[in-house]
């Protein structure tokens, strides 16, 4: 038996009693990738990146391990709820425009100790002040630097369209803003480098393709670092007490790490290894978060249909946002219909092994993506579900 066809039989016996759909997380596996991300992080902290958790029982579960420290966050929203829950240290990883969030940030000690927001921009801090309706708290403020690598004089912009904030030159500039105006107070630096941490480069049939994602990304390394570590000077030279930096995320731990001028790594997606992260030299993550659908018709041979499955991931449009069936091994998509709103055929062999009623189970394109789908996921050791706890869509939570 191999060791997927062991998985499927110890998550069937542990959801035999649970009828599909429904979301699974094994915690062996998470656990397990959780530790290989603390190794790889050298000994600097790892912030959680929620978005790729979405679940408040595993954002718990995981902070509580040694090497875990702090969450960023996705929404102004759900930064205020995660504090208002206990977490102590959010991190908004995207500027907000929600000035209802900003009052209520501005009018309550607790909140404006335990949330940074993100600013990249003069016209943020406006917005920032005037929607304060009277609150006097200050906020804490962290400055956002572009990473994204510049080639043949900016013509070719390889990267996210994130941050207007590219030269340490522009970064100064506006740590001078922040440090000067009443009401604010510039503790962090974040750099996210996607083009690198979220970009794998060992792509399955395409190995000229892969080796170009590997000379772009060390290219990109080589000049990040030299310009991070200026920046963080410039930086510090106006906020001398500045709390941390931030950089990374999973696909590039071990490397952010290594830069003396990063002070902790931001990751999460690594927690459940959605299947954007099977093609990566650098690590190799145990699949953790995993969807069942029921089979619900058998319309001939080599052919199962189940019910529902299509969970597209967000990104370019493209056969790699989709969720992959996973157990059975070698069922595939009907590639005229792939996978349906409310039903999804799968061909291959093992469809002839399948009764009405079996579970198929599917691993999603991306991480916590996959909790908007489902109100609970039921954590899983062993062959036993331990727990069942409510993703944030279970809690009423739909931030974006």
């Known amino acids: 038996m191999t060791a997927r066809a062991a998985d499927r039989s110890r998550y069937d016996r542990a959801t035999a009693h649970l009828d599909a759909p429904l979301a699974v997380v094994d915690l062996d596996a998470f656990d397990a990738n959780a530790d290989d991300l603390v190794r790889r992080s050298g000994g600097k902290p790892i912030r959680v990146a929620s978005k790729s958790v979405r679940c408040r029982a595993l954002l718990e579960r995981v902070l509580a391990r040694p090497g875990f420290a702090g969450i960023m966050s996705f929404t102004l929203a759900e930064s205020l709820w995660l504090a208002r829950a206990g977490f102590d240290d959010v991190l908004l990883a995207y500027p907000s425009a929600d000035r209802a969030g900003f009052a209520e940030l501005a009018a309550d000690p607790k909140l404006a100790a335990a949330v940074t927001v993100m600013v990249d921009d003069h016209a943020q801090l406006e917005l920032i002040d005037a929607a ?3 609150g006097r708290e200050e906020i804490r403020v962290c400055l956002e630097l572009d990473t994204s690598l510049r080639l043949l004089g900016g013509r070719v912009r390889i990267g996210a369209r994130r941050s207007p904030l590219r030269t340490p030159a522009r970064l100064a500039e506006l740590a001078r803003s922040v ?8 503790v962090g630096l974040m750099a996210y480098e996607g083009h690198i941490a979220g970009v794998g480069d060992a792509v399955a049939g395409h190995p000229l393709r892969s080796r170009a994602v590997r000379l772009m990304q060390a290219t990109s390394r080589r000049e990040l670092v030299v310009r991070r570590a200026e920046s963080v000077r410039a930086v510090r030279a106006l906020a001398p007490d500045l709390e941390f930096v931030n950089g ?7 490397h952010t790490a290594a830069e ?19 093609n990566y030299t650098s690590f190799t993550a145990r699949p953790a978060a995993l969807f ?27 056969t790699d946002r989709l969720p992959v069936p996973y157990l059975p091994e070698g069922l595939r998509y009907d590639p005229q219909e792939g996978p349906g709103e409310v039903q999804t055929p799968l061909l291959g062999s093992p469809a ?17 993506e996959l909790c908007e789908r489902f109100d609970v996921l039921r954590l899983i050791e062993g062959e036993r579900v331990t727990a069942t706890v409510p993703t944030y869509r279970g809690e009423g939570r739909t931030f974006l």
Do not use: M, N
């Open 260 to 278: 003396r001028a990063v002070t902790e790594i931001a990751a999460g997606s690594g927690l459940f290894a959605p299947r954007l992260f099977d």
């Open 352 to 368: 002839d092994d399948l009764l009405i009623g079996d579970k198929v189970w599917f691993r999603h394109a991306k991480a916590g």
């Open 179 to 186: 440090v000067r105006r009443p009401g604010f107070r510039l």
């Open 132 to 134: 304060r309706a009277g």
């Open 248 to 254: 990374g995320g999973t696909g590039s731990v071990q």
């Open 292 to 318: 069942a659908q029921p089979v619900v018709r058998r319309p001939g041979v080599g052919v199962v249909t189940v019910l529902g499955g299509g969970y597209p991931a967000s990104g370019p449009a493209g």
